[in-house]
């Protein structure tokens, strides 16, 4: 068999087999195929589309290159979920802590932000000394001792997805459905989860800009988790407007600690109970949503949901006092406020506009080796339906040490990032 060869028939849409899907990616993590011959196969993927059993064949391909982890004698559930990326999505900050406090055991492998997309361990790491890097004995340890643990994906798990994932980043071949399929589905089931939940989103701070698109990724990560024999559930959210009102590290912690103290906004809540609704349903705990509802409300009023974020954060060797001493975060020294011009109703909140308006601040990294300011983000002070006076502030922009060509080309983005409407607007419809 020859790259070549399989690049070729990728080119003229022809069906790969498991044998030569494994030859590619063995050949590509052992470096008999090298970096331009995996990304002229992978753009190929992005013209012609892989199949279902090609999908899934590249899934198994991505968990058979690390190793799979057993949690058989710690519990008979432990959960996961996860979100294929957005704006302001702080979900796994609020639901890891709720779920550990309702008995769930909860293993959860999380990414850095990348592009646009903000990342569960960059927001965790703006906690002084929280560590992440959790050896393979230090995640299932705490695991069976705090009974859930958030870490940073170890190498050793899917090798071949980080490896790929980092190309596809920089070859415009990440928007693929059947890729994104393999990629999340195989980091899930190398996790060793028995609940896994993912949350796919779409709009224009998601990878995928549909509702359509997004219900054809959930159906092929559904049935690309039933040819491997994992069952997976899927919620898909909108991901138009940012979620919750903080974008940037250190801001979205602070708005994480601040709805598990049950000072909330309404979307982070809805998309919290759906996920945390399947997952209860998954280990048996609850039927339905108004069960889990119940059951989320209390351990966040019985203070059960903060006190299990504390423990991890002790856990993990971060500075536990930040759940009442905002000021130990890196929090922007300067700041700009985003006013209206003009008086109604917010009828567009562009979470992409926003992403970049942060990235640009410092809140996003271009490269991965790129260092991120924890303080710089923004602050939403109106969401889409909210109505609004000439000269509210929309939104605050926090920031440190930013060239001024970059803040400028920042402020630009944030004043474009709405539209105001002298017609009531509806709130926009979530989950679906
Ligand atoms: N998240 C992932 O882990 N992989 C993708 O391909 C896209 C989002």
Redesign the pocket.
Known sequence: MRAVDLIEKKKQGIEHTKEEINFLINGYMNGSIEDYQMSAWLMAVCFQGLSDSETAYLTQSFVDSGEVLDFSDIAVHVADK????GVGDKVTLVLAPILASLGVYTAKLS?RGLGF?GGTIDKLESIPNFRCELSKDEFLNQIKNVHVAISSQSPNLTPA?GKI?AL?DVTAT?DNKS??????VS?KIASGATSIVLDVKFGSGA?LKTKEEARELAELMIKTGKLLNKKIDVVISSMEQPLGYNIGNSLEVIESIEFLKGFYGEDLYDVTLALLTKTLINCGLAYDMSDAKKMMDEAIKNGSALNKFKEIIIAQGGNPDVINNYSLFEIGKNKIEIKALEGGYISKLSALDVAYCAKLLGAGRDKKSDSIDFGAGVILKKKVSDSINQGDVVMELYFNDVNQNKLDEAVTIARNSFKVSKIKVEKPVLIF
């Open positions: 996860h979100s294929t990326g990414g997309t997805d994932y596809r990440v890729l994104i399929c393999a990629s999340v980091k990878f």
